[in-house]
């Protein structure tokens, strides 16, 4: 597909359980952003991806919540010991370069609750 | 620090009227300014930007001016259609002050026929 692919689409975790949230960035893009959006507020800022660089992660919210690239394409947020206020959409955008004024192209988001 | 705020909605309008949206932002260094929209069903995807002072940005219709003496970048819109009901989110970026990206906190929209 050309866009971002996001997988899975809902998850159900029970609290304490480690989810994992997969992103497919559109093919050849630079860089790769998470981010994080409660209900009926806007997406926050997780983490950025140069390549396989993982060069800003300062909006991770907690030692829980972990984020890599490894290959400079696919990506994975990976949640350890969930919380009910982990219960958010998780969005992944891509872009082509470097710039931080470029357009990001987003995923559908992974919804996640936590019960 | 860096942060946008956005004008509060619901926002309900009748087909053909005249739409705006404000924004305004802090940041501590030279922004990029963006809106994107989320219409219903789909992912956020880019409406316009504007990455300097005094540059309009424009698409379907809209328009969005960068003003760095009133640190805002409004969006209008001079005659709405039912297809431009969605979610508005006003946005920043701000590469003197890391990776960051900031959204505010989202306008919805819904144009009534």
């Known amino acids: 597909g050309a866009g971002v692919s996001q997988s899975p689409r809902y998850k159900v975790a029970k609290r304490g359980q480690d989810v994992a949230l997969r992103c497919d960035p559109i093919?050849?893009?630079?860089?790769l952003f998470w981010y994080q959006q409660a209900l009926g507020q806007g997406p926050e800022f997780l983490t950025y991806?140069?390549?396989?660089?993982?060069?800003?992660k300062s909006g991770l919210p907690s030692d829980r919540f972990f984020a890599e690239r490894p290959e400079g394409s696919v990506s994975t947020l990976k949640i350890q010991r969930t919380q009910q206020e982990d219960s958010a959409v998780y969005l992944c955008?891509?872009?082509?370069?470097?710039?931080?004024?470029?357009?990001?192209?987003f995923g559908p988001g992974t919804r996640l609750l936590v019960l | 620090g860096n942060s946008v705020t956005q004008m509060e909605g619901p926002v309900t309008l009748s087909e053909e009227a005249f739409l705006t949206i404000n924004c305004t932002y802090t940041?501590?260094?030279?922004?990029?300014l963006f809106w994107y929209v989320q219409y219903p069903g789909e992912g956020l995807q880019l409406l316009l930007k504007?990455?300097?002072?005094?540059d309009k940005g424009s698409n379907k219709g809209f328009e969005a001016t960068y003003r760095k003496e009133t640190t805002s970048f409004h969006l209008e819109k001079g005659s709405v259609q039912v297809s431009d009901s969605a979610v508005y989110f006003c946005?920043?970026?701000?590469?003197?002050?890391?990776?960051?990206?900031?959204f505010g906190t989202g306008t919805s929209l819904t144009v009534i026929p």
């Open positions: 955008a891509s872009s082509p370069g470097m710039g931080l004024e470029e357009t990001q192209y």
């Open positions: 093919s050849g893009h630079v860089s």
């Open positions: 991806f140069q390549n396989e660089a993982q060069l800003d």
């Open positions: 940041a501590t260094g030279y922004p990029s």
């Open positions: 504007a990455t300097k002072a005094d």
């Open positions: 946005a920043l970026s701000d590469m003197n002050t890391g990776n960051q990206f900031y």
